[in-house]
């Protein structure tokens, strides 16, 4: 089992930027594809964004392509995601997810984080 801890989520105003982690630990997470979801108050959790083991692939939601960006540092076991020109709608837990695969959309692993908030005030 994948042990994850997000970090990094506040109360901005809009048109701010966060940056989120995901520290990881247990088996090789090296190793696996790594994703971003987030879940809104009265919403259903939904993806966000998703890295390769390698991170030479990724792909991001249409709602936040061209302002968020996912990027991994192996040797730390890191997952992060840049968050820039944030809006209201990008208020919920955020939260990391490992172990899952790509096809034509993210399947996510059974590793999960407990979840960052982020709110982002109008």
């Known amino acids: 089992q994948v042990h994850m801890v997000e970090s990094g989520g506040d109360t901005v105003p809009a048109g701010a930027s966060l940056r989120l982690s995901c520290a990881a630990s247990?088996?090789?997470?090296?190793?696996?594809?790594m994703a971003w979801f987030r879940q809104a108050p009265g919403r259903d959790r939904e993806f966000v964004a998703y890295i390769s083991w390698n991170g030479a692939n990724t792909v991001h939601a249409d709602s936040v392509k061209d302002r968020f960006t996912i990027s991994r540092v192996n040797y730390q076991n890191i997952v992060s995601l840049q968050m820039n020109s944030l809006q209201p709608e990008d208020t919920a837990v955020y939260y990391c997810n490992g172990g899952g695969y790509y096809t034509t959309q993210y399947n996510a692993g059974g590793d999960w984080g407990q979840g960052t908030q982020v709110t982002v005030s109008s």
């Open positions: 247990g088996r090789t997470v090296s190793r696996y594809a």
